[in-house]
């Protein structure tokens, strides 16, 4: 499970990103904080893997947090969720090493495909002793010109994670498999799958069995 601390200095606010982050898989908040001294405090006590920053709080300015936490010896990333849609704020979290920016307000879905990100682009640098510049432009969201075209609700980041491993597969791959491959949800995986479909990138065919639907199974070909 992966260590959350949230840090807003709305109670409600903080109340409700808490349980959206509970409701992650994976993922499992320990503790809430909202000021920057007791999330300075709360990281040291707690030690999270992640935590969930917000920009405007009360005594110190979340990108003051995000500074004395680069200071450290306790290693530790951050998410910025906040409603400082300012480009010079958004610049400077970008220079402290956020792993990305939210701006208020989102969905639940929106946090949550986050978490996914961030979760299979760990589990991918624990699992790859070595890694090629392929892996590095996954794991940074670079990507091609296609992805422009991509449809509302789908990001950039996670449609190359789909690809990369569909692309790295030796054999066809249900949605579930794939999934679990890439460390999202089912759901999530196959809208990605369908997407690459459409656009040439992979080939589906079905694979039917004795009883029950026809599985759908995915190959690459971009």
Same mark, same amino acid.
């Given at each position: 499970?992966?260590?959350v601390?949230? +840090?807003?200095?709305?109670?409600?606010?903080?109340? &409700?990103?808490?349980?959206?982050?509970?409701?992650? @898989?994976?993922?499992?908040?320990? %503790?809430?904080?909202?000021? %920057?001294?007791?999330?300075?405090?709360?990281?040291?006590?707690?030690?999270? @893997?992640?935590?969930?920053?917000? &920009?405007?709080?009360?005594?110190?300015?979340?990108?003051?947090v995000?500074?004395?936490?680069?200071?450290? @010896?306790?290693p530790?990333?951050?998410?910025?969720?906040t409603?400082?849609?300012?480009?010079?704020? &958004?610049?400077?979290?970008?220079?402290?090493?956020?792993?990305?920016?939210? &701006?208020?307000?989102?969905?639940?879905?929106?946090?949550?495909?986050?978490?996914?990100r961030?979760?299979?682009?760990?589990?991918?640098l624990?699992?790859?002793?070595? +890694?090629?510049q392929?892996?590095?432009?996954?794991?940074?969201?670079?990507?091609?010109?296609?992805?422009a075209?991509?449809?509302k %609700?789908?990001?950039?980041?996670?449609?190359?994670?789909?690809?990369?491993?569909?692309?790295?597969?030796?054999?066809?791959?249900?949605?579930?498999?794939?999934?679990?491959?890439?460390?999202?949800?089912?759901v999530?995986?196959?809208?990605?799958?369908?997407?690459?479909?459409?656009?040439?990138r992979?080939?589906?065919?079905?694979?039917?069995? %004795?009883?029950?639907?026809? @599985?759908?199974?995915y190959?690459?070909?971009?």
């Amino acid at each position: 499970m992966t260590r959350v601390l949230v +840090v807003d200095d709305d109670f409600m606010v903080a109340r &409700i990103h808490t349980g959206f982050v509970q409701r992650a @898989e994976g993922f499992t908040v320990v %503790g809430v904080a909202h000021t %920057g001294t007791e999330a300075l405090a709360a990281v040291e006590q707690l030690r999270p @893997e992640l935590v969930l920053l917000d &920009i405007y709080l009360p005594d110190i300015s979340g990108l003051e947090v995000l500074r004395r936490l680069r200071e450290r @010896e306790h290693p530790v990333d951050v998410l910025a969720i906040t409603a400082a849609s300012d480009v010079e704020t &958004i610049r400077a979290a970008l220079h402290g090493g956020v792993v990305h920016y939210i &701006i208020k307000p989102f969905s639940a879905e929106t946090l949550r495909e986050q978490l996914e990100r961030y979760a299979a682009r760990m589990r991918r640098l624990a699992e790859l002793p070595t +890694v090629a510049q392929a892996d590095v432009d996954r794991l940074f969201g670079m990507t091609g010109p296609a992805a422009a075209s991509l449809p509302k %609700g789908l990001s950039t980041t996670t449609a190359d994670l789909v690809a990369g491993v569909l692309r790295e597969s030796r054999r066809d791959l249900s949605a579930v498999e794939c999934a679990e491959l890439a460390g999202l949800s089912r759901v999530s995986t196959r809208r990605y799958l369908e997407h690459l479909v459409q656009t040439g990138r992979a080939e589906v065919r079905m694979r039917y069995g %004795g009883t029950g639907r026809p @599985e759908h199974r995915y190959t690459w070909r971009g």
